[in-house]
């Protein structure tokens, strides 16, 4: 299945809090858009791995991702080595995306940058005709994708560009509110994090505000580069 958009992210909800709007916005421009999530997110204070796939599995339907991958590495421990590189140029290979989002390259929990760093290297690595791989009986022919761009997270970073997710900032929350047993809720007995507190969605839209004030939008997501993006016309930017 060959995607225009494939989103990396260490955790289930990583690519929901940081880069669901863009995924809805181009999803609603007839894109095709693929998500994996590197690890079960198994070491989260609260929830299951049980109740992980299936908030997972709630906020594709909410966002209308025609695909979805867990690779299952260790949540924490996870380690930039050949085997994981290696399931990142699978997955590369199997969707054939044009664009390539990945986690943010420094962050406040570790994982984070690791799967960004993980990412970026597979993708310079799937282009590489004598890597071999395999999906699903089949050996699997080389794929480098166009661009890969790194959503902002938890720290701020400055963005190299900003896309603009005014109308999609209500549908994002309801993709990252599908992870129930994350967020806030009054009547859960689970221990309190950084992300379940009820002021944590006024962070996000603090956030998502003042991305959007940079481009003279209401809301926006930013991403970084490591390849600067080339433009036709300038004209069109905002």
């Not at 990396?8 to 181009?26: L, N, Y």
């Not at 380690?79 to 664009?99: A, G, W």
């Amino acid at each position: 299945m060959q995607v225009d958009i494939l989103a990396f992210g260490a955790h289930p909800d990583d690519v929901e809090i940081s880069a669901s709007g863009t995924i809805i916005k181009h999803i609603e421009m007839g894109k095709t858009v693929a998500i994996v999530d590197l690890t079960q997110g198994e070491l989260g204070s609260r929830g299951t791995i049980e109740t992980r796939y299936a908030e997972a599995a709630a906020a594709i339907k909410i966002l209308g991702v025609h695909a979805r991958e867990n690779l299952k590495m260790a949540d924490g421990f996870f380690t930039i080595s050949e085997e994981n590189k290696l399931k990142i140029v699978e997955q590369i290979r199997r969707f054939q995306p044009k664009i390539v989002l990945a986690n943010a390259i420094s962050d406040r929990h570790p994982d984070h940058g690791r799967a960004s760093q993980l990412v970026r290297e597979a993708c310079f690595l799937a282009g590489l005709k004598q890597i071999k791989t395999s999906w699903e009986g089949k050996e699997q022919k080389q794929w480098r994708p166009k661009s890969v761009y790194f959503y902002i997270q938890d720290r701020y970073i400055k963005p190299d560009f900003i896309v603009d997710i005014s109308e999609q900032v209500e549908k994002k929350i309801a993709s990252i509110r599908a992870y129930k047993t994350q967020f806030f809720n009054p009547d859960s007995t689970a221990p309190l994090t950084p992300i379940s507190g009820e002021d944590f969605f006024d962070f996000l839209r603090g956030r998502w505000k003042e991305f959007g004030r940079t481009i003279g939008t209401s809301y926006g997501e930013g991403f970084t580069v490591e390849r600067t993006p080339g433009v036709n016309d300038i004209t069109e930017l905002v």
